[in-house]
């Protein structure tokens, strides 16, 4: 992609290609879009760019490298370091948009998708608003809704409950007893900014082993080593992952933390990235962070464990994910999305029944998001071209 934007040419395209959005995702699409004339319209629901990445707490870097999560056009600026800061990721999606000179709507939320039949459609969105469009990107987030698993007696808790995204930073919990739930990424990020912030004691559930790899060994990043494997066969990756785990980690089995019976990349097929070490390793060891078994319920003050145990924190942050949460958008439209809810074409690929709609952004790759949603751009600003010409022919 040219570095220097080009203004589209307007004049042969009516309606504009909408892009849902205004993440890293949505900002790399339309910019990709318009380096190749094509007028495109990021409608963002919050009052600016990055929405997400303003709200993830203080204390999150990208584990993936600065180099490896640039989009497409404007690489991130040295100063940023290796490891950006989650302030940095949003000054950098603030200039993102300008760069591009890309057009963007905030505080408008679509809320639903609706085919024109003949490859154009039809944006509901809140206010009364109808847009039309020549194509749809949708790019709202992987990590759209939070998910707080319904635990029997949860809402009977007198302690403070709370998910993970709306988890900042460690200070109200200070000389409080913590209980995190779950061990991907934020829950083991979040359990050890908790035991390095002052609280009395932490106490992570786990209800599946997790893989745990260092962030880089020896200045080689986890990330390149996940992009190098991405192709090879799973048991394959899954053998070579254990003997490098075997060399690269140490065993936590002596402190709750086991090492996983399924394979690293069976793992990843089934949704659930490595945990990228930066800092729970040395919390485990040194007792600061106490793995314990998965919650099952809640009974007054107690949370009841898998393993029979019942315990009493002052508060729980549920690092338990999130949902795509796409039905509104587009769980009417035939055959878009699977059993799961998620999206059955990915990228340049469209749903067969219902052309001009793309999406980025929804699966969870080994090799970063950042990267994969960045190549996912030109592919689909490469795919629109060809639809609007099919269209226009
Ligand atoms: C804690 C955390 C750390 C991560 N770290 C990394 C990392 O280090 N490296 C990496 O490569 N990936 C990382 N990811 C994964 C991924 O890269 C980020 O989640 C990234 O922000 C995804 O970009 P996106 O544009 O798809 O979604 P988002 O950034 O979530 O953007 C979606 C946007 O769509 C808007 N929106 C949603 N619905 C609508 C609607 N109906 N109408 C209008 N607007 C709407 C939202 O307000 C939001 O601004 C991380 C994810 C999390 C949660």
Same mark, same amino acid.
């Given at each position: 992609?040219?570095?220097?934007?080009?203004?589209?040419?307007?004049?042969?395209?009516?309606?504009?290609?909408y892009?849902?959005?205004?993440?890293?995702?949505?900002?790399?699409a339309?910019?990709?879009?318009r380096a190749?004339?094509?007028?495109a319209?990021?409608?963002?629901?919050?009052?600016?760019?990055?929405?997400?990445w303003?709200?993830h707490?203080?204390r999150?870097?990208?584990?993936t490298?600065?180099?490896?999560?640039?989009l497409?056009?404007?690489?991130?600026p040295?100063r940023?370091?290796?490891w950006?800061?989650?302030?940095?990721?949003?000054r950098y999606?603030?200039r993102?948009?300008?760069?591009?000179?890309?057009?963007?709507?905030?505080?408008?939320?679509?809320t639903r998708?609706?085919?024109?039949g003949?490859?154009?459609?039809?944006?509901?969105?809140?206010?009364?608003?109808?847009?039309?469009?020549a194509?749809v990107v949708?790019a709202?987030?992987?990590?759209?809704?939070?998910?707080?698993?319904?635990?029997?007696?949860?809402?009977?808790y007198?302690g403070?409950?709370?998910?993970?995204?709306?988890?900042?930073?460690?200070?109200?919990?200070?000389?409080?007893?913590?209980?995190?739930?779950g061990?991907?990424?934020?829950?083991?990020?979040?359990?050890?900014?908790?035991?390095?912030?002052?609280?009395?004691?932490v106490?992570?559930?786990?209800?599946?082993?997790?893989?745990i790899?260092?962030r880089?060994?020896?200045?080689w990043?986890?990330?390149?080593?996940?992009i190098?494997v991405?192709?090879?066969?799973?048991?394959?990756?899954?053998?070579?992952?254990?003997?490098?785990?075997?060399?690269? &980690? !140490?065993? =936590?089995?002596?402190? /709750?933390l086991p090492? #996983?019976a399924? *394979?690293l990349?069976?793992?990843?097929r089934?949704? $659930?990235?490595?945990?990228q070490?930066?800092?729970?390793?040395d919390?485990?060891?040194?007792?600061?962070?106490?793995?314990?078994?998965?919650?099952?319920g809640?009974?007054?003050p107690?949370?009841?464990?898998?393993?029979?145990?019942?315990?009493?924190?002052?508060?729980?942050?549920?690092?338990?994910?999130?949902?795509?949460?796409?039905?509104?958008?587009?769980?009417?439209l035939?055959?878009?999305?699977d059993?799961?809810?998620?999206?059955r074409a990915?990228?340049?690929?469209?749903?067969?029944? &219902? !052309?001009? =709609?793309?999406?980025? /952004?929804?699966?969870n #790759?080994i090799? *970063?998001?950042?990267?994969?949603?960045?190549?996912? $751009?030109e592919?689909?600003?490469?795919?629109?071209?060809?639809?609007l010409?099919?269209?226009?022919?």
């Amino acid at each position: 992609m040219p570095g220097v934007p080009t203004p589209p040419d307007m004049t042969t395209q009516p309606r504009p290609v909408y892009v849902i959005g205004g993440g890293p995702g949505g900002l790399a699409a339309a910019a990709a879009l318009r380096a190749r004339g094509v007028r495109a319209v990021v409608v963002e629901k919050s009052d600016d760019v990055g929405a997400s990445w303003r709200r993830h707490y203080d204390r999150l870097r990208l584990h993936t490298t600065r180099r490896l999560s640039a989009l497409p056009g404007l690489p991130m600026p040295r100063r940023f370091g290796r490891w950006v800061a989650r302030a940095d990721v949003v000054r950098y999606l603030e200039r993102y948009a300008e760069f591009h000179e890309l057009e963007i709507v905030t505080g408008v939320e679509v809320t639903r998708l609706e085919s024109d039949g003949n490859g154009g459609w039809t944006l509901h969105a809140t206010g009364g608003r109808v847009l039309t469009a020549a194509a749809v990107v949708v790019a709202t987030g992987y990590n759209h809704t939070p998910e707080l698993p319904d635990w029997p007696g949860r809402d009977a808790y007198p302690g403070r409950l709370l998910h993970a995204a709306d988890y900042r930073d460690p200070a109200p919990y200070a000389g409080l007893d913590v209980l995190v739930v779950g061990v991907g990424n934020t829950g083991a990020e979040i359990a050890v900014d908790l035991a390095e912030g002052g609280a009395a004691r932490v106490r992570l559930a786990v209800r599946t082993a997790p893989h745990i790899v260092r962030r880089s060994t020896a200045g080689w990043p986890a990330q390149r080593t996940g992009i190098l494997v991405r192709r090879l066969p799973v048991r394959l990756v899954d053998r070579l992952g254990a003997l490098v785990a075997k060399v690269a &980690a !140490p065993d =936590l089995s002596a402190y /709750g933390l086991p090492r #996983p019976a399924t *394979g690293l990349y069976s793992r990843v097929r089934e949704g $659930a990235i490595p945990v990228q070490d930066v800092g729970l390793i040395d919390a485990v060891r040194a007792g600061r962070v106490e793995p314990v078994a998965a919650v099952e319920g809640f009974e007054g003050p107690e949370v009841l464990l898998a393993d029979g145990s019942r315990i009493t924190p002052d508060a729980v942050v549920a690092a338990t994910g999130y949902r795509r949460a796409l039905e509104g958008l587009a769980g009417g439209l035939e055959g878009v999305l699977d059993e799961r809810g998620e999206p059955r074409a990915h990228g340049a690929r469209t749903p067969a029944q &219902a !052309p001009g =709609l793309y999406f980025t /952004g929804f699966t969870n #790759p080994i090799s *970063g998001m950042f990267r994969e949603m960045a190549r996912d $751009a030109e592919k689909i600003a490469r795919a629109v071209q060809r639809h609007l010409r099919t269209a226009r022919s």
